[in-house]
């Protein structure tokens, strides 16, 4: 048996129908569930690694196409989860399997972790090979692609280039998306932590929909109540 294989053997094992209903409802049905919590669910794969090690580098991509192939929501997980242990290793080539990921079984959950955990830490480490990728992404009609372009700066702080994420919020400024309208608040709101002026002016002077702004202006707001 394939890695993948094994580690959906064990998953499948300690399927719970009675926590799988509201699993799937939480996701408003949008995926099936195992119905294992997040708990168990970290604690079945430590073992499970501790016994048989991550994939090869070369053999990881193929690892998580497998699971990402599973029906049941809890596989994506464990595949981020890989991902995300061998991300110093992961390299530019990589970005394809990411876009690949992001266009199937796509909603909020693994979208956000595959941006800011993932690509964006990719992105940071290879900026020239990572903006090719970045602007077929923020000029897509698929608005998962969007939601990932904008949000892949989220943990950058200091480093975040101000002149991107305000342009791309720009060009999506319009959007009546909830996942874009809410994208956008969330990037500006965690800039502000880092820049609460610059994100004041920005949303001061930009025509934002109503929930980016409220979103967006959170942390500035209580950062004054205080």
């Known amino acids: 048996m394939t890695y993948a294989q094994q580690l959906i053997g064990l998953f499948r094992q300690h399927e719970n129908e009675e926590n799988a209903g509201p699993m799937k409802a939480y996701m408003r049905n949008q995926f099936e569930f195992l119905g294992i919590k997040t708990p168990e669910r970290k604690e079945l794969l430590r073992g499970f690694i501790k016994e048989n090690g991550i994939p090869p580098l070369d053999e ?3 690892a998580v196409r497998e699971l990402w192939g599973q029906p049941e929501r809890e596989f994506q997980y464990l595949a981020l989860t890989l991902l995300d242990k061998e991300r110093r290793k992961l390299g530019p080539e990589h970005l394809a399997l ?15 972790t595959i941006a800011s955990r993932i690509a964006g830490f990719i992105i940071r480490k290879y900026p020239e090979e990572g903006e090719a990728y970045l602007v077929k992404w923020i ?15 989220l943990s950058y702080k200091g480093e975040t280039d101000e002149v991107k994420l305000f342009t791309y919020i720009r060009q999506h400024s319009s959007s009546r998306e909830f996942f874009i309208e ?4 969330w990037a500006l709101r965690e800039y502000s932590k880092t820049a609460p002026e610059q994100v004041k002016r920005f949303i001061e002077k930009e ?16 950062s004054k109540a205080k």
């Open 98 to 112: 990411l876009e690949e990921l992001v266009l199937r079984k796509s909603w909020w959950d693994t979208i956000d």
């Open 139 to 153: 000029s897509s009609d698929n608005f998962w692609l969007n939601r990932t372009a904008i949000l892949h700066q």
């Open 182 to 185: 809410k994208a956008i608040g």
């Open 60 to 62: 990881l991509p193929e």
């Open 207 to 222: 025509d934002l929909r109503p929930l980016s702004k409220r979103e967006g202006l959170k942390h500035v707001n209580s």
